[in-house]
């Protein structure tokens, strides 16, 4: 297992009180439309997030953020408690940002992780030609990963990027674990060959 | 087993160790043969950095969702409560 340039992520936010989430779900369950909005709007900003990872484009990520919300509101009476809240919504967003892929053409997302990464330095103490080599990695591995099918973009976004655990990932995914495992090697290879043994290495 | 057998299963299963997927024997046999092929040894490498750069790529940390992202909620509840379960 390789250790995370982040540390320990926590991938799934802390319900600020179980019991509290309990509550709101039944009110929503029940119509109360606050209760749905206070449910799910602790973990709009990072669905929104995840959408710009899949999507590329703020405007469109922000249009299917607003249908995931509608159909997660329409369906939450069918939301019977097998997997997190959090998993369920998070699904329908995987599911909406594939949807939103297919109706598209297909063409590389604008910006794939987000423009802030791009010619950030990693680090201050970093001299020039590491920093620019750095930022030379960031941005084949942003052009690669826009390159991938939406199932392996999604993989690597979930298990590398958000940094779920396989089990977690292949859940709002919507495969089996070995299903979810298979494409996230498959991306990684691809990713692989798309940016070269030498970039990697050197850039590592 | 050969050595041109050990490669070519050692490649298929780059990503698999560095995810620590495989089971100590494996990992083992995949050890064994990356030491003495410069081509795994370099696609492991590779490949850690890839996963560790991919993890590092966190410039969306503390982006907000768009204020609007509720707005379609309450002109669909209006139409009604959500449907029962078993509708």
Same mark, same amino acid.
């Given at each position: 297992?390789?250790?995370s340039p982040r540390?320990?992520? #926590?991938?799934?936010?802390e319900?600020?009180?179980?019991a509290?989430?309990a509550?709101?779900l039944?009110r929503? @369950?029940?119509?109360d439309?606050?209760? +749905?909005e206070?449910?799910?709007? #602790?973990?709009?900003?990072?669905l929104?997030m995840?959408?710009?990872?899949?999507?590329g484009?703020?405007?469109? #990520?922000?249009?299917?953020?607003?249908e995931v919300?509608?159909?997660?509101?329409?369906?939450?009476?069918? +939301?019977? !408690?097998r997997?997190?809240? +959090?998993?369920?919504?998070?699904?329908?967003?995987?599911?909406?940002?594939?949807?939103?892929?297919?109706?598209?053409?297909?063409?590389?997302p604008?910006v794939?992780?987000?423009?802030q990464?791009?010619?950030?330095?990693?680090?201050p103490?970093?001299?020039?030609?590491?920093?620019?080599?750095?930022?030379?990695?960031?941005?084949?591995?942003?052009?690669?990963l826009?390159?991938l099918p939406?199932?392996?973009?999604?993989a690597?976004?979930?298990?590398d990027v958000? !940094? +779920?655990?396989?089990q977690?990932a292949?859940?709002?995914?919507g495969?089996?674990q070995?299903?979810? @495992?298979s494409?996230?090697h498959?991306?990684?290879l691809?990713?692989r060959?798309?940016? !070269?043994?030498?970039?990697?290495v050197?850039g590592? | 087993?050969?050595?041109?057998d050990?490669? *070519?299963?050692s490649?298929?299963?780059?990503?698999?160790?560095v995810?620590g997927? &495989?089971?100590?024997?494996?990992?083992?046999?995949? $050890?064994?043969h990356?030491r $003495?092929?410069? $081509?795994? %040894?370099? %696609? &492991?490498?590779? &490949?850690?950095?890839l996963?560790?750069?991919?993890q590092?790529? $966190?410039?969306?940390? %503390?982006?907000?969702?768009?204020?609007?992202?509720?707005?379609?909620?309450?002109?669909?509840?209006?139409? %009604?409560p959500?449907?029962? *379960?078993?509708?």
């Open positions: 297992m390789t250790s540390g320990d992520r #926590a991938p799934e936010p319900a600020a009180n179980v509290t989430e509550s709101l039944a929503a @369950k029940a119509g439309v606050d209760a +749905f206070q449910l799910s709007g #602790a973990y709009a900003d990072r929104y995840l959408l710009l990872r899949l999507l484009d703020p405007e469109e #990520a922000g249009e299917v953020a607003q919300m509608v159909r997660a509101w329409r369906g939450i009476t069918r +939301f019977q !408690g997997s997190s809240y +959090f998993t369920w919504l998070y699904r329908i967003a995987v599911n909406e940002a594939n949807r939103a892929l297919g109706r598209r053409e297909r063409r590389p604008s794939p992780l987000g423009p990464e791009i010619d950030r330095p990693t680090s103490n970093d001299d020039p030609a590491r920093q620019a080599e750095n930022n030379e990695l960031r941005r084949a591995l942003a052009a690669a826009a390159m939406p199932p392996l973009r999604t690597i976004v979930l298990r958000e !940094g +779920f655990s396989t977690q292949a859940e709002i995914a495969v089996s070995a299903a979810f @495992k494409r996230l498959q991306a990684r691809q990713v060959a798309a940016i !070269g043994d030498d970039v990697l050197a590592g | 087993m050969g050595y041109a050990d490669h *070519q299963w490649q298929r299963h780059l990503s698999h160790y995810e997927d &495989l089971s100590h024997r494996a990992r083992r046999r995949l $050890d064994r990356a $003495d092929c410069a $081509d795994c %040894g370099r %696609g &492991l490498r590779a &490949l850690r950095a996963v560790y750069a991919i590092g790529l $966190d410039g969306l940390a %503390g982006v907000r969702a768009p204020a609007t992202i509720f707005d379609r909620v309450r002109p669909a509840a209006a139409g %009604g959500p449907a029962p *379960q078993n509708a």
